[in-house]
């Protein structure tokens, strides 16, 4: 996993397992973490179990669909996440939003409008102005 920059943590307890075609395969002995984003949704450190795949790259199993409550769509070979927002419609809602002025431009205070006026008038009487 090194080539990939992958920290992969030593499992205490290798995880047996068995092939599709009922045949023993290489145990799980690493796990490791990773951040998924799909489609702009983003799920935080999954677990992943570090195994010879053959083809495959990464295999999602059965609970994580539960979990996340994501569909699979096999026609278009795409998963589904559940109806919230993807990262990028947060990114554009965000912009979108109006702000108000009174935040960009708070009203004048009196007082501080009057000692800026007497500032600037010292300074012209020092520069004879």
């Known amino acids: 996993m090194k080539p990939l920059g992958v920290i992969a ?11 599709f ?3 023993p395969a290489d145990p799980v002995t690493h796990v490791t973490h ?6 702009g949704f983003r799920q935080v450190s999954a677990q992943f179990m570090i195994t010879g795949l053959g083809h495959r790259q ?6 994580w669909f539960e ?4 569909l699979l769509d096999c026609k278009n070979r795409r998963i589904i996440m559940p109806d919230e927002p993807s990262l990028t419609d ?4 965000g912009l979108e939003q109006k702000i108000p002025l ?8 009196e007082s501080h409008q009057a000692d800026a006026d007497r500032l600037t008038h010292t300074k012209r009487i020092r520069q004879g102005r």
């Open 67 to 70: 979990e996340t409550g994501a």
């Open 34 to 39: 990773l951040t998924l984003t799909i489609q």
């Open 9 to 19: 943590e030593r499992l205490q307890d290798p995880i047996p397992l068995i092939g």
């Open 90 to 93: 947060i990114v554009k809602t």
């Open 102 to 109: 009174q935040i960009l431009r708070p009203p004048l205070s």
């Open 58 to 63: 990464a295999i999602i199993g059965r609970p």
């Open 21 to 23: 075609d009922g045949r």
